[in-house]
Structures are given as structure tokens and as C-alpha cells.
């Protein structure tokens, strides 16, 4: 006859073998941590990237463009009129496009814009041609020249 002993010697618990599956190593999970922290790492390096490309796109604040208005809108054409902010008595290239209904691009070009000596901001109009009726005209950007 087997007795069970109220206490157990070792600091594990002796479970009936076969009755609670698979014990797992306790080893097994100490590179997790390593494996976390090795993955947070790469997700912050990748979106740090993403967001120095999105402010060399977009982010420069000295030249600053806005649409006043887009008008004479016919199936092959669109003008905007914008608005533009350089460094006193310099150029920008600015890119233009325009979109359908659909929100499809129907046209882009890139535009230079030169302010007179002592202007910093000036006002410009573009006729963009377009490949299909355009339903709104935008200024994507402005830059410095190369």
C-alpha cells in the first residue's frame, strides 16, 4: 500500500503522469524577453525612417503652399490659383495635381514659382491638363530648387 505525504520535499509539484498532458520547460521562455525587446527595436528604426521620408516630402515649413481656388474645371483642364511661402526674394517648385470624382489622379506637374526681390509670400495660377474631367485641383508641396 502507497501513502501520499502532505508535504512534497522539492519546490516542484509531483503531478500524475499521463493525467495533465506535457509540462513545459521552464527554460524555454527566457529569450522571450530578448526576442520583444529585439522587435520593438525594429519597429521603432522602421517607423523613424518612415517619418524622416514623410518630412523630407512634406515637412518643410518654409515653403508653405495653400489653394485659394480651382475654377474652370471643363473635361480635359482645371486652373488653381495658390498661395506660396518662400525665403524673402527666392524660388519654389511646386507640385501640382488634380483629381477625379473617384479620387484618381487625372494630372501632376511641377511649377516654379519666383518671388519679386522683398516678397516672401505670393500668389500664382496654373492650367493643368488633364486626362479626364478633374473634380479638385491641390498643391502637394513646394520646395527648394535644386
Sequence with gaps: MNETHATISSGAPNFPSGRYGRRRDPRRGRGRPLLIGLAVAV??????LVSIQQYRMYGDPVYDAEVITYTEITDDQILVDFRVTVPEGGSAICTLRARDKDGFEVAR???TVNAPPGEQHLTARHRLTTTSRPFIGEV???????
Design 43 to 48: 519597429v521603432v528604426a522602421g517607423l523613424t
Design 109 to 111: 506637374e511641377q511649377v
Design 140 to 146: 502637394m508641396r513646394c520646395r527648394e530648387p535644386a
